[in-house]
């Protein structure tokens, strides 16, 4: 493992109610030159200041963290390493969203077209001049439909395997309401479909495991057409409409003649708030566009005291 620093320059935001935060400075410099061998140099090196950087005493489990980078193509602003609660991510929509805001906050973009570097690919952003951000995120597809699961206490269900820069599991719910009232059953619920699909063998192309469960049901805002629920890798659930999973979603209702190309998809979240989404075909290859807003909650310094015994974070 690497030296710890003493100090972290962060920024924090929130997209939809989902917090990122996004280390602008004190990090060492990562020295792999692709984004995928950053990641893994990442998770190889860093393990003990990723936990620092967002959980508890200084985050809690829901933080996601976005570590900026050179970029690694001469077209890119930046590169970004995202990570959360249990490691480095592939990619993360609503951080993704959270960190064009940032970079305008610091100054570094202006309104207009924004390219980041991720261990997925290259992804744009369209910032508009009153903060609405239009993702266009990593290609989408629809894996296998109507997968059936035999989940322990809950018996067999079925869904959709889908991949949206991150692999899902999406169910059809409609035994619990998919409101925060219920979040410890619904906690309970997607968990045990996790637990699962890792116990049966089911997984994305290649063995890719699934590490997300989306359960989605009727919508409460009069301007939704679904409302769901992201369970996230580390036991967190996701408080905005979630970027990928709505990508994932996206491309499976497509796979399933639900969803045209072109038409909109309007995402609400488990506490209410909205993406609004959209498909664009290519040669046969989907892409997604997700719309969201995000909002700079703070700008502070992070701080390692080497005698500090929970230094590298509590859980």
Known sequence: MGEFPRRLQIIDS????EPTRVVIGGWPELRST??????????AEWNDLRRGAVLEPRGFDAVVGALITPPVSAEAHCGVVFFNNVGPLLMCGHGMIGLVRTLEFLGRVKPGRVLVDTPVGAVGAELAVDGLVTLENVPAHCSRRDVELDVPGLGRVRGDVAYGGNWFFLVHW???????????RLLEVSNAMMAALAAQGITGDSGAKIDHVELFGRPTRPDADSKNWVLCPGGEYDRSPCGTGTSAKMAALHAAGKLRAGERWRQESITGSLFTGWLEERSGVLIPFIQGRAYITSEATLLFDPQDPFRGGLG
């Open 174 to 184: 409609d035994a619990d309401a998919i409101e925060l009232a219920n979040k410890s």
């Open 34 to 43: 692709s984004m995928a061998a950053r990641r893994e140099e990442f998770s």
């Open 14 to 17: 929130h997209t939809e109610g």
